[in-house]
């Protein structure tokens, strides 16, 4: 059976194995994957910024992890976005380890009220792997970049060729650091970040911008400089007003990761072959810093053709496309519930009274933004049947119902579902009578399978005689059953 669970990147035996299935996923069959290390994983995730949560989680097949997922999402803008990374080792692809992480994916953010799902994908050819699960769950190709990577060392014969078809830097001065801005040209460089965000192509992504501060550059530049050494040249105007920038990434314990990230030419300034001269005065940088990287890699839209000019002549080439997905989703109401067996194979559920009748369902309930399942489900089995939950029960069902009428306020529910085998015992929870009654649960009872068979009225999950037949025949499945309705 597979679990999935989110892991504390303190524990250093299962954050090891998390990395070790997400680079494994991330690099087979890709010519020039880049994927940080796990030293820089572990700085960031181990020193939760305040504008970001990073979850590491894992799937589990008798302790032993299968499958990583990344789940990110911003915590001051873009609070309707996730973001959501899954990589499977080839060895264990195929068996719904992917299915299983995804699940937990939805469950979660239903739980923080966000319906837009983000992904990104390395794809070096077609078909793709990851390109297929993708759409199959229904994300949308929305933007599409080549990655593209020159060798390194640089070759200095184009350098110099370089250097000549540029010609001289007229109008203009470039100011190279390493680290951190000087404090003399924050504001500038945090100006050039603002203009960069709502300058770059993003396709049809939901993406809100927000400024750049000095504050909120000195806040990045810091987390950065943990795990990385930046590279920067900056142009300025003869009157001193910022023009563009570029900037280098090197990993300070990877010595195969260079990143060429932003370029920028503000448009008042493009046609004087600025882009150029940037470039080459941060290769002259990257020259002195280099320790071993074979690549310098770079990400460019199909739609900047100037961009994808000046990469061309830099000696760029494409290993693969990049592309980032969308899907979003109804506003579901989640919830844990039990499927609780005693030694007879009885079934014990709740009865439900609404305006249309009577509904027979399993115990458990909502849960709150910041529990997990299990979390949720014992204290739901506490309020509402008086059941202690010790150990952690096996993932059944997993059900998604879009429709009117199942939860006030939203569009629907996602239900996860556990079997616990336990004694029989008198249902008797911490809400009182009228506590349940508000909560439209007036009483429960124990079942056989013979009764849910013969029984004409409703049940939730509607087909829930029949599920419990193949649960008590066949056992729990490998991974949770997706249910409708």
Known sequence: MITVREIDPAD????????????????????AALLGTRDAFAVSMRNPSPLKARLAVVALEDERVVGAMLFEYRLQDNLDTVDVEIDIPPENRRRGVGTALWQWAETRAAQLGRTIFQTELGVPSEPWAGSAFAAKLGFE??????????????????LVSLRESAGELEGYTLTSWVGACPPEHQQAYADLHTAMDNDVPTGGMTRETVPWTVERLAASEERVARSYLALVTMAHTLDGEPAGYTLLYLSKDDPEYAQQ???????????HNLGTHLKLANLDQLAKHRVAQPYLHTWTALSNTAMQKVNARFGFYTVEQNQ??????????????????????RI????????????????????????????????????EVGLALEADPPHVWHQEVVAEGHATGYDGVINDYFLIRTSAFEPAGTMSVTELAAENVHGNRWWTLDELQAHEGRFAPSNLPALLADLLHSGPPTIPLSLGL
């Open 324 to 345: 980032e997905l969308e899907l979003t989703r109804p506003n579901l109401r989640p919830a844990a519930r039990a499927v609780i067996l005693d030694p007879s194979d």
């Open 348 to 383: 014990l559920l709740v009865r439900f009274e609404f305006a249309d009748g009577p509904l027979w369902a399993t115990p458990g309930g909502g849960l709150e933004a910041d529990e997990s399942l299990l979390e949720g489900l014992r204290r739901e089995l506490a309020e």
């Open 141 to 158: 190709v929305e933007h599409v970049e080549d990655h593209l990577v020159v060798p390194l060392p640089y070759d200095e014969a184009r």
């Open 12 to 31: 250093p035996v299962l954050f090891d194995a998390w990395y070790d299935a997400l680079r494994a996923g991330v690099l087979a069959d890709r010519e």
């Open 261 to 271: 990230d932003d370029t920028l030419v503000l448009r008042d300034h493009r046609g």
